[in-house]
C-alpha cells in the first residue's frame, strides 16, 4: 500500500473549452538518441524455449558486417498469466487505470480485406485472436484493428472490449471480385496501409515488448510492370513500412486464417512471411490449426533483452542489415535484421491510446446523468503517486480530453493543482475532475506533468444514453471513510460520495459504495432488484446483499440512489471483486470494481 504524509489539495480549474479539432519489474531505461538503435532480441534453444541469463558479453552486434560495442543493455522477463481458479481475475476491466506497470504491447491486427468469404476461414481468425487475448498477461495491453473495416479497439487492459472487437470481424475478399475496390484505390494497400498506422503508433511508445500479431490469408505482392508507368508498384510502400516497423521495434507474428490449402502456394502468401521474416517473428501457414500456434509467440517474447548501439550511418540513408550472434552452442537468435537510419531531425510522434511516462497516474471514470439536458457529466478522479523526495508542495498540471471513435476531441479539461503535504493522513489524495459529454463511446486520455515528470494514461469509457435506454447506470464510485469533503461544489451537489482511486483497503477500513440507476424513455416505472456480491479469488462469493428499488424511490428524473457498504472485516488479504448488479424483467446492467484487501498496521 501506498504511504506517506497527509495531503490538502488546492484545486484550480482553469476552464472547459469547447472541444477543437502487474508485472512490478521497472521499464529498461536507455538513454538515447537518433543516433542509438535498440533491439529486443530473443534466444531460443533446441526446443524453441527462451534462453535466460544472459548478459551483454555474451551478444555480438554486426551492422553491415562490422561488430559494434553495446551501449544498453536490458534483460527482461515478462510473466506468464497466473491460472487462477476464478475467470473475473483474468477478464474483469480494470475500473482503475494506470501508467504504473512494464507492459507488453500486442496489436491484433485482422486482415478483412485479404482474407476469403468462408465460414471456416471466419471461424479460425477469431479463434486465433482469441488465443491471443488469452495469453495477455496481467500487464499487457492489447488492440485490435482490422485492414478494411471493423469495430476497432485501441489499446486497453479490458479484455471485453477486445473480444467484442474480434466479434466483428467478417472478411471481404471474394473469388470473383477479389479484395474491396477500395484497396487498390488507396495510397498503400489495405494491410500494408494498417501496419504503418500500428508501426506509427508504437513508434514512440515506452521502452517494452512491443509484438503484432497479424491474421491474415496473405498475398502476392505487386511491383509494377516494366514498361507500364501506370502499374501499381507497391516497392517503395513496403521499403518504408519494414522501416518503420523495424525503426518501432515490432516484431510481427503471422497467421493464415485460409488453413491448409489444395492450390495454396508460397508466392500467394508472400505478405504472410516477408510481414513477419524482415522482423524478427515467424509465420504460421498451411495449417488448419494456426491458433494452436499463438501461445509460441507469447512464450518468445515473455524472455528477451534489449540492446542498444549507436549506428555507423551518418548521411548514409541505406538499408543497414544487422546480425546478433550470441556465444552460445545450439541456440537461435530472433530479432530484427535491420534497420534505415532515422533522420536528423526525427520527432516522437503521438501515441494513441498507450499509457506512458515517468510520473504515475492513476485514474478512474464515472458518467453520471445530468437532469435536463441529453449530456452526461463524467466525473473524473485522478491520483499522482508521491516521489520519493521528502514531501514538499507540487504543482500539478492536469490535461484530462475525450476523443470519439474517429479520433476527433469532444471534450477537454485543464487543471492546475497544487498538492501540499499535510500531518495526519497517510494516502496520496483523489483529485476531482468533471465535464460533459453526449452518450457514446470514447477513449479518455488524463495526461499529468509535474516537476519535469510527466505521465498519460487512456481510460475506456462508454457514456449511456441515460435519457432514452429504459434501463442504464452511472459508474460505479467507490469511496474509502472517512473523506475529505470535495471541493468541488458541483461534484458534491451531484453524487453523495468523493470518487477515489485507491483499491487497497485493510480489513478494518470503512468503504462505501455508490450506483445511481436510471429508467429512461416514457415508459412506466417499474421495480429494479439490486445484488452486491463479492467474488474472492477462488471465484466463491464472499459478501452478498440483495435489495430493491421500489417505483416510489425514483425521483420525476426517473433515478433512483443505490448506496452499500463493503464489509470488509471478514476478508482474508487476497484479491477480490464487488459486482453491483440492477435487473428490471429481462434487462441487466452490471458495474464491477476489483480490490485486494493487505496487510498493516
Keep these: 500500500m501506498l504511504r506517506l504524509g497527509a495531503l490538502a489539495v488546492?484545486?484550480?480549474?482553469?476552464?472547459?473549452?469547447?472541444?477543437?479539432?502487474?508485472?512490478?519489474?521497472?521499464?529498461?531505461?536507455?538513454?538515447?538518441?537518433?543516433?542509438?538503435?535498440?533491439?529486443?532480441?530473443?534466444?531460443?534453444?533446441?526446443?524453441?524455449?527462451?534462453?535466460?541469463?544472459?548478459?551483454?558479453?555474451?551478444?555480438?552486434?554486426?551492422?553491415?558486417?562490422?561488430?559494434?560495442?553495446?551501449?544498453?543493455?536490458?534483460?527482461?522477463?515478462?510473466?506468464?498469466?497466473?491460472?487462477?481458479?476464478?475467470?473475473?481475475?483474468?477478464?474483469?476491466?480494470?475500473?482503475?487505470?494506470?501508467?504504473?506497470?512494464?507492459?507488453?504491447?500486442?496489436?491484433?491486427?485482422?486482415?478483412?480485406?485479404?482474407?476469403?468469404?468462408?465460414?471456416?476461414?471466419?471461424?479460425?481468425?477469431?479463434?486465433?485472436?482469441?488465443?491471443?487475448?488469452?495469453?495477455?498477461?496481467?500487464?499487457?495491453?492489447?488492440?485490435?484493428?482490422?485492414?478494411?473495416?471493423?469495430?476497432?479497439?485501441?489499446?486497453?487492459?479490458?479484455?471485453?472490449?477486445?473480444?467484442?472487437?474480434?466479434?466483428?470481424?467478417?472478411?471481404?475478399?471474394?473469388?470473383?471480385?477479389?479484395?474491396p475496390?477500395?484497396?487498390?484505390?488507396?495510397?498503400?494497400?489495405?494491410?500494408?496501409?494498417?501496419?504503418?498506422?500500428?508501426?506509427?503508433?508504437?513508434?514512440?511508445?515506452?521502452?517494452?515488448?512491443?509484438?503484432?500479431?497479424?491474421?491474415?490469408?496473405?498475398?502476392?505482392?505487386?511491383?509494377?510492370?516494366?514498361?507500364?508507368?501506370?502499374?501499381?508498384?507497391?516497392?517503395?510502400?513496403?521499403?518504408?513500412?519494414?522501416?518503420?516497423?523495424?525503426?518501432?521495434?515490432?516484431?510481427?507474428?503471422?497467421?493464415?486464417?485460409?488453413?491448409?490449402?489444395?492450390?495454396?502456394?508460397?508466392?500467394?502468401?508472400?505478405?504472410l512471411y516477408s510481414f513477419a521474416e524482415s522482423t524478427g517473428g515467424h509465420a504460421v501457414a498451411f495449417r488448419n490449426d494456426p491458433e494452436s500456434f499463438v501461445a509460441d509467440a507469447f512464450r518468445e517474447s515473455s524472455t528477451y533483452y534489449f540492446l542498444g548501439f549507436r549506428t555507423t550511418a551518418s548521411n548514409d540513408k541505406s538499408f543497414h542489415k544487422i546480425d546478433v550472434k550470441v556465444n552460445r552452442p545450439g541456440v537461435q537468435v530472433r530479432t530484427r535484421n535491420g534497420y534505415y537510419p532515422a533522420s536528423k531531425n526525427a520527432r516522437a510522434e503521438t501515441i494513441n491510446g498507450i499509457p506512458g511516462g515517468e510520473l504515475p497516474v492513476y485514474v478512474s471514470v464515472a458518467p453520471v446523468a445530468v437532469a435536463g439536458r441529453r449530456e452526461a457529466e463524467v466525473l473524473v478522479a485522478t491520483r499522482i503517486a508521491a516521489p520519493d523526495a521528502p514531501p514538499a508542495p507540487q504543482a500539478v498540471e492536469l490535461t484530462s480530453t475525450a476523443y470519439d471513435l474517429e479520433g476527433k476531441a469532444r471534450g477537454t479539461l485543464h487543471q492546475t493543482i497544487t498538492i501540499t503535504p499535510t500531518a495526519g493522513a497517510s494516502l496520496e489524495p483523489d483529485l476531482p475532475g468533471h465535464f460533459p459529454l453526449q452518450p457514446g463511446r470514447y477513449m479518455l486520455r488524463v495526461a499529468a506533468a509535474s516537476e519535469g515528470r510527466s505521465g498519460a494514461v487512456f481510460v475506456d469509457l462508454d457514456v449511456p444514453d441515460f435519457a432514452k435506454d429504459p434501463l442504464s447506470a452511472s459508474g460505479l464510485i467507490l469511496q474509502r471513510r472517512p473523506v475529505r469533503p470535495s471541493h468541488d461544489k458541483f461534484i458534491a451537489d451531484l453524487v453523495p460520495l468523493v470518487p477515489t482511486t485507491h483499491r487497497q483497503f485493510l480489513a478494518s477500513d470503512e468503504v462505501a459504495v455508490f450506483l445511481r440507476i436510471y429508467q429512461g424513455g416514457k415508459g412506466k416505472i417499474v421495480p429494479v432488484r439490486m445484488t452486491a456480491r463479492i467474488k474472492n479469488d477462488k471465484n466463491a462469493v464472499a459478501s452478498n446483499h440483495e435489495g430493491m428499488l421500489e417505483v416510489e424511490n425514483f425521483s420525476e428524473h426517473r433515478a433512483a440512489d443505490f448506496g452499500v457498504a463493503v464489509p470488509l472485516d471478514h476478508l482474508p488479504p487476497g484479491q477480490y471483486l464487488l459486482e453491483v448488479d440492477a435487473q428490471s424483467g429481462a434487462r441487466h446492467v452490471t458495474r464491477t470494481a476489483r480490490f485486494e484487501i493487505v496487510t498493516g498496521k
Excluded at 497479424?214 to 510492370?225: E, K, N, P, S
Excluded at 488453413?259 to 495454396?264: A, I, Y
Design 181 to 271: 475496390a477500395v484497396c487498390d484505390l488507396r495510397h498503400r494497400s489495405c494491410d500494408v496501409d494498417a501496419l504503418a498506422n500500428v508501426a506509427s503508433t508504437l513508434l514512440s511508445a515506452p521502452p517494452g515488448r512491443k509484438i503484432l500479431i497479424l491474421i491474415t490469408g496473405g498475398r502476392a505482392f505487386t511491383f509494377g510492370t516494366i514498361g507500364e508507368p501506370s502499374s501499381r508498384n507497391e516497392g517503395t510502400d513496403l521499403v518504408r513500412l519494414f522501416s518503420d516497423l523495424q525503426r518501432a521495434n515490432v516484431t510481427v507474428y503471422a497467421y493464415d486464417a485460409h488453413g491448409l490449402e489444395v492450390d495454396g502456394s508460397m508466392v500467394a502468401k508472400e505478405s
Design 10 to 179: 488546492v484545486v484550480t480549474v482553469v476552464g472547459l473549452p469547447q472541444a477543437p479539432p502487474s508485472v512490478n519489474q521497472q521499464p529498461p531505461t536507455f538513454r538515447t538518441g537518433v543516433d542509438i538503435v535498440q533491439l529486443d532480441v530473443t534466444v531460443l534453444d533446441k526446443d524453441r524455449q527462451p534462453v535466460r541469463g544472459l548478459t551483454a558479453d555474451d551478444f555480438t552486434i554486426l551492422d553491415k558486417g562490422k561488430p559494434q560495442p553495446i551501449v544498453a543493455f536490458s534483460a527482461v522477463d515478462v510473466p506468464a498469466p497466473a491460472a487462477h481458479v476464478a475467470p473475473w481475475i483474468r477478464d474483469a476491466p480494470l475500473d482503475v487505470v494506470s501508467n504504473a506497470e512494464n507492459r507488453r504491447l500486442v496489436a491484433i491486427v485482422m486482415d478483412d480485406a485479404y482474407a476469403k468469404v468462408e465460414p471456416d476461414i471466419n471461424k479460425r481468425a477469431q479463434q486465433i485472436a482469441r488465443n491471443a487475448v488469452n495469453q495477455l498477461g496481467p500487464g499487457d495491453l492489447a488492440a485490435v484493428v482490422f485492414t478494411f473495416v471493423g469495430r476497432a479497439q485501441n489499446f486497453t487492459a479490458d479484455k471485453s472490449q477486445l473480444l467484442r472487437a474480434i466479434e466483428s470481424y467478417s472478411p471481404k475478399m471474394t473469388g470473383t471480385m477479389g479484395p
